[in-house]
């Protein structure tokens, strides 16, 4: 019995023995194969990191589904992987938005980036119009005509105009500040859409304005505000015979990148300077968001992801004539 119970103890303890030997090896196995795809990855960061400016800001390494990263180039970064991109990136728009976009703020704060600010301010405002009133500013067919020989008349200076100054904004003053997000409230009629067209350098020629409108102290005189600022119209002006996808890309090729490529130059070079890997992730969408010529953006997928367009993507927005999204899908593509 003693012989056997040793014979017992001796093949457990070399089951057990092997068996140790097999998770130690196992373990080896896949931490070495982690490290190898680390060293690997970063050799080939260390490569992009080598190239020109230019060539560095359209590379970047991208992972695959098996772990393994590759070296691509964003300008022929394909749908599909741009919709990938995006799901691991922002898989649930509720959840990983904000994420998201920490981690770009992250990024830049990392090499002390300052981004370019605006500040909007308007001291003693004025806004009048010109308006028949009374019996005249009724649209009968007496007065249609009546207006109209009027008002050439008074083009040609051969007749005072019977119009009466009307004040739609009395000295207003005020400061948009930078980085935050301003609500205008008023009742109908109080004059908030005069007072954003005149902000945006937008209002009518008929309208007379009085004041001053400075954008970082800069008259509006100085630069043209339509660069600067967009006025968003409560009206839906869309194409009808375009998909949602299409009318977003149409609007991102128009208003084009802007200085980001610039600021991307600047915030690669402070990288390489600091010895700081940014996320590959991160890297790519930058980049990508940041280059010209491309024939459907990552902002794109980016705006469809988070305003919940994606869904009806490829659908045509629509007109009267044409069956396409809803009301609120179409408030939601003014996202752009």
């Not at 093949?11 to 373990?27: E, F, G, Q």
């Not at 020109?52 to 992987?81: C, F, V």
């Not at 954008?215 to 409560?234: C, D, K, L, W």
């Amino acid at each position: 019995m003693d012989g056997a119970g040793d014979t017992y103890r001796v093949s457990s303890a070399r089951l057990s023995t092997s068996s140790n030997i097999w998770r130690n090896s196992m373990h080896d196995v896949f931490s070495r194969s982690s490290c190898d795809e680390d060293d690997e990855e970063a050799l080939k960061w260390a490569a992009v990191e080598k190239l020109p400016t230019y060539l560095r800001l359209t590379r970047g390494i991208l992972a695959e589904e098996g772990g393994k990263a590759r070296e691509i180039d964003i300008m022929n970064l394909g749908l599909i992987e741009k919709r990938n991109l995006l799901e691991r990136l922002v898989k649930i728009a509720e959840e990983d938005n904000e994420r998201f976009l920490l981690k770009l703020k992250e990024r830049i704060d990392r090499v002390e980036l300052e981004m370019p600010t605006i500040e909007v301010k308007f001291e003693h405002l004025n806004v009048e119009a010109a308006a028949y009133v009374g019996g005249r500013a009724l649209p009968t067919i007496f007065n249609f005509p009546a207006n109209m020989l009027e008002g050439f008349l008074s083009s040609l200076h051969l007749l005072p105009s019977r119009k009466k100054p009307f004040p739609i904004l009395r000295d207003v003053s005020g400061i948009i500040k930078p980085r935050r997000m301003t609500l205008l409230l008023g009742p109908p009629s109080s004059g908030k859409t005069t007072l954003l067209l005149a902000l945006a350098g937008k209002l009518g020629k008929d309208l007379k304005c009085s004041g001053s409108v400075t954008y970082n102290g800069h008259g509006m005189e100085e630069f043209v505000p339509q660069r600067t600022s967009a006025y968003i119209s409560q009206f839906d002006l869309h194409l009808g015979e375009m998909t949602v996808r299409e009318t977003l890309s149409f609007s991102a090729r128009c208003q084009g990148v802007g200085p980001r490529c610039e600021m991307l130059a600047e915030l690669s070079r402070r990288e390489k300077e600091a010895n700081i890997k940014p996320d590959p992730d991160i890297d790519i969408y930058m980049k990508a968001a940041a280059l010209e010529g491309q024939e459907t953006s990552v902002t794109t997928y980016y705006i469809l992801k988070i305003t919940g367009l994606d869904i009806c993507a490829d659908t045509m927005v629509g007109n009267q004539m044409i069956r396409g999204i809803s009301g609120g899908q179409k408030k939601a593509s003014h996202y752009r």
